[in-house]
């Protein structure tokens, strides 16, 4: 069984910083990539950004040079740090591990960002 536990998620005003991370533990074999989503109130969820095994970092349009994702292999975690927050990033995030016995999904954490 895999878990993982997210982290950071608050109340930020515009213009702020955050720092989401997540960690996963239970029988990973391996990890091929790595990544978060968002669901927004009342929207379905998107996708926000991916990094792969190979270190291959894309980012959604939204978030395009305000965000930074990072990941760990031997630890296991992976990590989003969110710049220039605007109220339109509030949403909750989930991390997502992609591993060769299945996707995973955290929980989820919420990030509001006030105007």
């Known amino acids: 069984q895999v878990m993982l536990e997210e982290s950071g998620g608050g109340l930020v005003q515009a213009g702020g910083s955050l720092r989401l991370s997540c960690a996963a533990s239970g029988s990973i074999f391996r990890i091929n990539a790595m990544g978060w989503y968002r669901q927004p109130p009342g929207k379905q969820r998107e996708w926000v950004a991916t990094i792969t095994r190979d270190d291959t970092i894309d980012y959604a349009d939204s978030v395009k040079g305000r965000f930074t994702i990072s990941g760990d292999n031997a630890k296991n975690t992976v990590s989003l740090q969110m710049n220039s927050l605007k109220p339109e990033d509030t949403a909750v995030y989930y991390c997502?591990?992609?591993?060769?016995?299945?996707?995973?999904w955290g929980k989820g954490t919420l990030v509001t960002v006030s105007s």
């Open positions: 997502l591990i992609v591993t060769t016995s299945g996707n995973y």
